[in-house]
């Protein structure tokens, strides 16, 4: 038999003046005679059966190649060939059954209605175009583990190459109906929220059917061994679209997940291994996730449990499902909480910008072999629905300051999203000051398909407002002796304090640095601490003086308020910035024009932070 061989020739330098170079490749197939060939001459296609329907992601794309540049126009055809892939079977000892040509996708790369001849041109090494193979058809038929399909190449204009002239595709089928996912809010539907009536064959197990999820050092946890299985028992059929299992901070991991309607009988949802589920945080739980396509009715989950310290209660710590409660296709937004911006308003050099951009996909509840099309539109109509149902006032967002790209987005054919779309903002946005925000409805439409509850992307634009000046060198204004009408507050959900000092020992004026005269907060996963000052009157603030414990002074927000429940950003004070001084050790910022105010708020980005006084300049 012929053989393929592939030298790599070194560059060489002909000559100092021309520096003339050589060709660095010379490829030669079944030498010493011109050949057409394929050295794309291999391919495995996987296709992926689901409770609704059977489909496959296969594409390959490869170009026809001549071993010789000195030949005249070649035109190669791709016949379909079952001597050459039971020949294929014969030499590697299977039995696999030969895929009928029917659903085999051959085609041109780009122009699927061309004819199908390759055309190599007189002197040149690649075909024009590039073949394509995917797969056609009805796929649910394809039952059997894998399948064989080949080729042969045949040239008009010169030889083929023996060894290189075939090819082969590979189809092996799965039944899984696992979804991957990189983000929660890629499952589809809602969990329910109560789960008072679902039961687990563990003893203890009502735990897991209460709160989020997070571990409580005061609640029991069944004791469990690696490898367990669990059932649970829904106590009612639910179109599950997805599994959520809560741990312990990640200490254990469920796997074989299976489902039933009558208890008896379990079907695997599929293979998880790899990236079939994704662990993460919501909220302060830890959680791992598992996703299906379309809906499975059922009523028990049975999975198994693996780790180190289940028998300590360090595992399974909670678990819901996510749902739809119709068989109806929907169509939904893959986000359900707003998505926050903010316009960045420089009151010092009067420029208004923001680098607010939001990306989300629809979600449908049920695939489809034809796929659907949908549209993202501005629906400023909605904006006092919402405010009705949370208590807001936001303003409706002008329409010509937003932008939405990627509409319409096509979820295709046997998938549950689709392409993002993208949301920012665009135009002048110095008028864009109400102290109330903005609100943006983003309503999605699909024409003949029902949109769900949760059909809406909402936008919510803030103003944060830059009053913060740059590379101060002194105090600016005078400092506040007198803090008797003063009171603060810090939303800290557990601190420790040190020595007798509490809280108030921030606005007290003793700066010592003695290891006890300050207030330390620590917030368990908590990283954002906002510290409220109440002035007990209105100061005409000029700047901010934060005196930490630790050196140097960590970043932080400032916000006030006339009514201590409305505030408005003034900016971040940051050393990298310029906009936060070292003076006396203390973290020192500087407003551009005095503000008036009755409350103050820093916030402080850190799950751990001391501060021996908190203080303030006025003008």
């Not at 051959?106 to 209605?113: F, N």
């Not at 199908?116 to 090494?125: D, I, K, N, Q, S």
């Not at 803030?462 to 600016?476: D, F």
């Amino acid at each position: 038999m012929k053989k393929l061989t592939v030298f790599a020739a070194i560059a060489a330098l002909v000559s100092l003046a021309s520096c003339t170079r050589e060709d660095p490749y010379t490829l030669t197939v079944d030498a010493p005679e011109t050949l057409t060939y394929l050295d794309h001459k291999y391919d495995e296609a996987q296709v992926l059966h689901r409770s609704i329907l059977s489909a496959s992601k296969f594409s390959s794309v490869f170009p026809i190649k001549v071993n010789k540049a000195k030949h005249d126009e070649i035109r190669a055809t791709l016949t379909y060939d079952k001597a050459a892939a039971e020949a294929y079977n014969a030499s590697e000892g299977t039995t696999y059954p030969i895929l009928e040509e029917s659903y085999i996708a051959l085609s041109k790369y780009g122009d699927e209605s061309a004819a199908l001849e390759w055309t190599v041109p007189a002197g040149e090494r690649t075909s024009v175009d590039s073949v394509q193979f995917a797969l056609k058809g009805d796929l649910s038929a394809l039952q059997e583990p894998v399948y064989l399909a080949a080729y042969r190449l045949e040239a008009k204009g010169g030889s083929v190459s023996e060894e290189y002239g075939t090819y082969i595709l590979k189809v092996t089928t799965e039944h899984s109906l696992i979804r991957k996912i990189t983000a929660l809010s890629e499952l589809v539907g809602s969990s329910p929220a109560d789960r008072s009536a679902w039961t687990a064959d563990v003893d203890g197990y009502e735990a897991y059917f209460t709160g989020d999820g997070s571990y409580s050092w005061g609640a029991s946890y069944p004791d469990l061994t690696d490898g367990q299985v669990i059932t649970v028992d829904l106590h009612e059929e639910h179109l599950i679209t997805g599994l959520k299992i809560y741990t312990a901070y990640g200490y254990a991991n469920a796997s074989d997940f299976m489902y039933s309607t009558d208890g008896t009988t379990f079907t695997s949802f599929g293979n998880t291994e790899g990236d079939g589920t994704i662990t993460t945080e919501e909220g302060n739980a830890t959680v791992q996730a598992v996703a299906f396509y379309d809906y499975v009715p059922a009523r028990y989950i049975r999975f198994t449990i693996h780790g180190s310290y289940l028998s300590w209660g360090y595992g399974l710590t909670g678990f819901n499902i996510t749902e739809v409660t119709t068989t109806e296709a929907e169509i939904s937004v893959s986000a359900s909480a707003p998505f926050e911006g903010k316009i960045i308003h420089n009151m010092a050099s009067d420029k208004h910008t923001s680098e607010f951009t939001a990306d989300f996909t629809a979600m449908t509840t049920l695939s489809s072999a034809a796929g659907y099309q949908v549209s993202a539109e501005y629906d400023g109509s909605l904006v006092a629905a919402f405010n009705a149902a949370n208590g807001t006032s936001y303003v409706a967002l002008p329409a010509e300051n937003l932008n939405i790209s990627g509409s319409p987005a096509k979820i295709a054919a046997g998938e549950m999203a689709s392409a993002p779309f993208t949301v920012s903002l665009k135009g002048d946005l110095s008028g864009l000051m109400d102290n109330a925000g903005y609100l943006a409805p983003i309503a999605l439409k699909c024409d003949g398909v029902k949109m769900s509850e949760n059909s809406v992307a909402y936008v919510v634009i803030t103003n944060s407002y830059v009053y913060l000046l740059s590379g101060i060198t002194s105090a600016p204004g005078t400092e506040v002796t007198d803090k008797s009408g003063w009171s603060v507050t810090a939303d800290v959900p557990s601190h420790s304090v040190y020595g007798s000092k509490d809280i108030h020992s921030i606005i007290d004026n003793d700066v010592t640095r003695d290891g006890v005269s300050h207030y330390q907060f620590y917030s368990w996963r908590a990283r954002v601490t906002n510290i409220i000052v109440d002035f007990g009157t209105t100061l005409n603030v000029s700047g901010v003086r934060v005196n930490p414990t630790d050196l140097p002074c960590m970043d932080y927000d400032v916000a006030y308020s006339t009514d201590g429940t409305n505030f408005i950003e003034l900016g971040t004070a940051s050393m990298s910035t310029g906009t936060m001084a070292n003076l006396n050790s203390d973290g020192v910022c500087g407003l551009y024009k005095a503000v008036p105010m009755t409350h103050l708020r820093v916030t402080m980005h850190s799950n751990y932070f001391g501060m021996y006084e908190l203080g303030v300049f006025t003008k």
